[in-house]
């Protein structure tokens, strides 16, 4: 009995060695496993997250592109051939499949995808009727492939046009596109990525986009689709393989979509598997090898071996793997080798721990790292956006001025040649009317009034588009504004009150006199218009210096401030103060270029305007002119004689409009002088050389053949104490810099400016000069 009692107690003493061992190997299994599955998780989900926030730019950068097309001015109006400005941006982003837009009864204004899109069917509409109520971005669902393009997920946008009406633009996804992007992403491997709609309806996967997408997901997932908050979940796939999932739900914005990445587990936890198989395998080798040698060697060879396996084992069960078994037995024999293998497998199980460890460790600094270059790349493309945006806005207001003042400029000649012949009628008409005939001289009257309002009309649009050619003379302001103050005490009624702060010293500003005078009157009527129960006007001039680093160039100027006690603007208005044909009145009460007017005579001027104002607090307007160099000019006197000694002085008229030469030359005569007419240069000049007794020449600028400039210099040659004025009403036109501003007539002009101007040209203006200037006598 002993040899059984032997082996029955050597096989106790082996099993009792080898279960030890084998229940470590089981809980060592069960612990790796648990860790690893919840760092599985935890990456999943963490993918998940990463897959999102790349989804956020993406949904970020529909949302951008549909509000730019926003801003369209094709789109505004509601004009068909947005289509070319949607097509250029589809052409230059491959991204998007479709863009269209379209209005709330269903119409297409226009769009990348054919006259007829497939996608124009009643549910797509009634949809777009919902946006339009709702008021904000959305992220719709999953949208089939048609003839014209491949299957999308649509992003629209509601807004408003210019006529009022309520539109949507739609911003197709390629999902063809997505799918490839998808594929272009670093994730783990044997992974797969997931994209659903709200609907449960797979707008992207990979791998095997085209397989999948269109389909619904997986039953087992379809819970989570609108699940309230991003988590893990265990499910089977497609392929129906187990796999652990992380996932957002479509429930969180901005993106609106369900996300995932799912990890194949058994492939993920193969490893730890293998290992615990070949330790377990080890383990039984070792046991029936203890078993045959137990026979032979007895107590000696076993209880003391199986004593220190006994030992090591306990320490390795307690988490220790740093403990090895020590025998004192060959490395040859079965204890020993049994040693040998649990010492190694305690190694293994050590080194894989210390492995996962230090995965852990980079994995979460790598995740870090990648975070901070999407957030980087976000902020970057924010900025980019931004600049491109305010790029944008100042394109079209440049295209704005351009398309305004080619459109002046183009009509301003010949309009002011027609005023011109009209008003020269009219105020002859008026003077020869006899008395009693206050009927007829009230309407020669209102006709006056509406050939000056077209002329002023004229003058705005070309001061709003910076065309108009400005005439600046050193000007005392105080005296403009003194001089203006009765005409405004008529103009505003009894009901305003009109003050004046006008400061001692005031430096001479350069600026065109006749502008500044209308600028100051148009702010003075809008002031009146903002007080309509009455109140205070107030005028002020000061001297401004400026540093280097304002918002305007480094220097002196001349402020002209004009205040009011009125009903004040919004910030809003403010904003858009200056913009053209825009007005707060009722119909028919302005015309909105007021302002614009004021503006572009200060930004051609060298200058600025400035508007304080608040509701309920009253409005200031400050118009900056840059200070003159000299002093304004004093103009010499001549006695009543010399006036009347060149009444009868002889004049040549030069003009090619018939109508306008005609109309001059009855003015003149009307006055007193003495009249020839040439109908351009060449026959000008052919009269003067003929008779040169001519004591003055009124020549128009635009002529075919020689110009009015060019006339001048010519005619000087033949008759050099000739004195010359030149006639414009182009709005192109830069003789003032060549000849002197006070050698320049504006049509229209009537016969009162037209005798004064001769007087002026007569006795010409003596300029002072100030710190250096130069002073130009004519």
Known sequence: MAPANLLVRLVILVVAATVPAVLVLMYLQHDLRTESRTRIGDEALRQAELLNADMTNVVEGARQLSLAITHFVAVQTGDPACRKNLEDLRSDLPTYAVLSIIVEDGRIICTTDGDQPGWARAPVLAHVREIIQRGSFDIGTYSPPTPEHGAIVPFCMPFTTLSGRHAVVIVGLSLDWLGQHLGELKRPADSTIGIADRDGITIARFPDHEKFVGKLFPAPVRPFVNAARRGNAVVMGYDGKERLIGFVPATERPVGMFVSIGMYLPGMLAAIDDATFKGTVLIVIGALLSLVLALVIGDRFVRKPTAALLAAARRWSSGDLSARAELNESPKTEFGSLAIAFNGMAEALGRQRAELEDLNTSLEARVAERTSELTDSRNRLQIEMAEREKSDANLRQAQKLQAVGQLAGGVAHDFNNLLTAVVGALDLIRGRLPTGQEGLVRLVDNALHAAERGSKLTSQLLAFSRRQRLLPVPTDLNMTVVALSNLLGSTLGRSIRIQTDLVQDLWPAMIDPSQIEAAILNLAINARDAMPDGGVLTIATRNVTFGVGSNIAGGDYVAVRVSDTGTGMSQEVVARAFEPFFTTKEPGRGSGLGLSQVHGLAVQSGGDVRIESKPGEGTT????????????????????????????????????????RQMT???????????????DGQEAITILKRDGNFDAMLVDY???????????????????????LLMTGHAEMRAGELIGSESILRKPFNIATLDERLERLFARPV?????GGVTDVA
């Open 621 to 660: 307007v400050t118009l900056l002119v840059p200070r003159a160099t000299a002093l304004p000019a004093t103009a010499r006197t001549d006695s009543l004689q010399g006036r009347a000694l060149r009444r009868r002085a002889r004049i040549l008229i030069v003009d090619d409009d018939v109508d306008v």
């Open 702 to 724: 635009v002529m075919p053949g020689i110009n009015g400039v060019e006339l001048m210099h010519m005619a000087r040659t033949v008759c050099p104490g000739m004195k010359a």
């Open 767 to 771: 300029f002072r000069t100030v710190q």
């Open 665 to 679: 030359g009855e003015m003149l005569s009307e006055r007193g002088y003495i009249v020839e007419m040439a109908a």
